[in-house]
């Protein structure tokens, strides 16, 4: 019998990556949960514990020595890693004369060079185990509202960065990228932020499947594109949003 498998979610102590962690654990992989939130890491690998095998690791995703300690745990620990969901984010929406350096840094930092750092340190694991990478990126690499600068730059990064990791680990790591749209997070929090969603029937009717996503949406993709299943498929960005990137807009 073969040794299940192990996975790494970062920003996995709250919303996506909560989900993407749970649902892995459910389908039988182990998982390493990492977060700079203790609070909300420590609850959710308490609160999963019962589903598989779940550990915490605190890692601030923009700092180089803490992503190779949460490297070097889950190698201590596990011996492998099969797959690495850069999911850690983080945004300060501001208008573009009020957005300082320190924020513009402050997102790259985590949203891009957070996947990049992950990526490098795991690339070696990842070649062994014939792994595979999912980072989480958004529609606003593709479409922006005002104040979204520096968030939208970051993950227009995380695309590019997909693509170029596809071409640089193939072909023994496959590296693919999804792109959430709307998705409610807020019963996904850590239990001192958590607030049950709220939707309007035009929040609804806006999106043409007829409703606001789910974090499950997206780790159920996340479960596919780490799987034999998609074995043929690297480099992409996939959007997952309910199609309302496809919408024509206009004034009335």
């Known amino acids: 019998m073969s040794e299940p498998q192990v996975a790494i979610v970062s920003g996995a102590g709250q919303g996506i990556g909560?989900?993407?962690?749970?649902?892995?654990?459910?389908?039988?992989?182990?998982?390493?949960?990492?977060?700079?939130?203790?609070?909300?890491?420590?609850?959710?690998?308490?609160?999963?514990?019962?589903?598989?095998?779940?550990?915490?690791?605190?890692?601030?995703?923009?700092?180089?020595a803490q992503v190779r300690h949460l490297i070097d745990e889950t190698i201590s620990h596990h011996k492998r890693i099969d797959a690495l969901v850069n999911n850690a984010g983080i945004g300060r929406f501001k208008p573009l004369e009020e957005t300082t350096l320190a924020d513009w840094n402050a997102v790259i930092g985590v949203n891009l060079t957070g996947a990049f750092l992950c990526a490098r340190q795991a690339a070696p694991h990842l070649r062994a185990a014939r792994g595979a990478i999912v980072n989480i990126a958004s529609t606003r690499a593709l479409m922006s509202e005002p104040g979204t600068t520096a968030y939208s730059?970051?993950?227009?990064?995380?695309?590019?960065?997909?693509?170029?990791?596809?071409?640089?680990?193939?072909?023994?790591?496959?590296?693919?990228?999804?792109?959430?749209?709307?998705?409610?997070?807020?019963?996904?929090?850590?239990?001192?932020?958590?607030?049950?969603?709220?939707?309007?029937?035009?929040?609804?009717?806006?999106?043409?499947?007829?409703?606001?996503?789910?974090?499950?949406?997206?780790?159920?993709?996340?479960?596919?594109?780490?799987?034999?299943?998609?074995?043929?498929?690297?480099?992409?960005?996939f959007v997952v949003d309910g199609g309302m990137t496809r919408k024509m807009i206009y004034a009335e």
């Open 153 to 237: 730059a970051s993950k227009g990064g995380v695309v590019a960065l997909t693509h170029s990791l596809a071409a640089s680990l193939g072909p023994d790591v496959r590296v693919n990228c999804i792109s959430p749209g709307w998705i409610e997070v807020g019963d996904w929090k850590k239990r001192s932020a958590r607030a049950a969603p709220k939707h309007s029937e035009r929040d609804r009717s806006q999106h043409p499947v007829g409703r606001v996503g789910a974090p499950d949406d997206v780790a159920a993709l996340v479960e596919y594109l780490i799987s034999p299943a998609a074995g043929f498929i690297t480099g992409a960005n």
């Open 18 to 64: 909560k989900a993407i962690a749970k649902r892995l654990l459910e389908r039988g992989l182990k998982v390493v949960i990492a977060d700079v939130d203790d609070e909300a890491g420590r609850e959710t690998a308490d609160e999963y514990r019962a589903l598989g095998d779940i550990r915490y690791v605190r890692c601030d995703v923009a700092d180089e």
